[in-house]
């Protein structure tokens, strides 16, 4: 990686603690107006001084998010379908130029492998690490998982793979049985873990712990923070298990103290 791509993936991965807590919001670009992020600047705001990232699209953040925010942006750059439609009939929705402009500190799509659209989500992703090189902006690759596809070690190691042989710089994927499997397979490319659905805020606490334990570098949250009926407590409690080590009970205490 050149200078700016390691500058970069810096804002996002603290180089303090070697881990990131990414805040997703991104669910409005095929979810439309969903539960938490109907008004998405007044639940996300108060969430930004926690997290380490931000990952969203081009119109949410122009229309909800301050200009003189101080956090590190992950643009979603594929769409095209809603939950109306296949989910994997992606294309790649945005310039590079708009994610320049925007100031983007990584840029992202979805990769269906198993789905529909298999192959062009795979161009899609090729398309933007092609976009990265030439800019010097990192490409983050989700994992994307469709209702018939199972969630185990076997089929996220084998998308996670195909993306980081496509180039991606960092991987977004769900926690597993053997986990560290899926991160063995990534070699040097960092793991994020995606939250997922909403759970009760233990098991989302004991998720990201497993997987800190088993090797990721952090996590990419959502409804499990948006959602919670305490976000702020909930974002604090994950950034606890993440860059401080601590424990799911410890962490618990820190999201119930904020109520």
């Excluded at 979810?31 to 600047?41: E, I, K, S, V, Y």
């Excluded at 997290?51 to 949410?60: H, K, S, V, Y």
Aim: charged share 25%; proline share 3%.
């Amino acid at each position: 990686m050149d200078w700016g791509m390691k500058n970069r993936l810096s804002r996002i991965i603290n180089p303090k603690t070697g881990k990131c807590v990414m805040l997703a919001v991104d669910h409005g670009y095929f979810q439309g107006p969903t539960t938490g992020l109907r008004n998405l600047g007044k639940t996300v705001n108060p969430l930004l001084p926690y997290a380490d990232a931000l990952m969203i699209t081009r119109g949410a953040l122009r229309n909800w998010i301050p200009k003189d925010v101080n956090v590190p942006i992950v643009l979603r750059m594929s769409g095209g379908q809603s939950i109306l439609k296949e989910l994997s009939n992606e294309i790649i929705t945005n310039s590079i130029k708009d994610a320049v402009r925007i100031n983007a500190s990584a840029i992202t799509c979805s990769v269906y492998i198993g789905g529909e659209y298999e192959k062009e989500t795979i161009a899609n992703l090729s398309k933007l690490v092609d976009y990265g090189e030439d800019y010097g902006i990192p490409v983050l690759a989700v994992t994307a998982v469709g209702k018939d596809m199972v969630r185990d070690a076997r089929y996220l190691g084998l998308a996670s793979r195909i993306c980081v042989e496509m180039g991606a710089h960092m991987i977004k994927t769900y926690n597993c049985d053997n986990f560290e499997e899926v991160v063995e397979a990534c070699g040097n490319v960092p793991v994020v873990m995606a939250g997922g659905k909403k759970i009760d805020e233990k098991s989302a606490l004991e998720m990201a712990k497993n997987v800190i334990d088993k090797g990721a570098v952090g996590v990419d949250m959502g409804r499990n923070i948006f959602q919670s009926d305490n976000p702020v407590g909930m974002i604090k409690a994950v950034r606890a298990v993440v860059h401080e080590g601590k424990s799911v009970d410890e962490a618990y205490k820190i999201y119930e103290s904020g109520k």
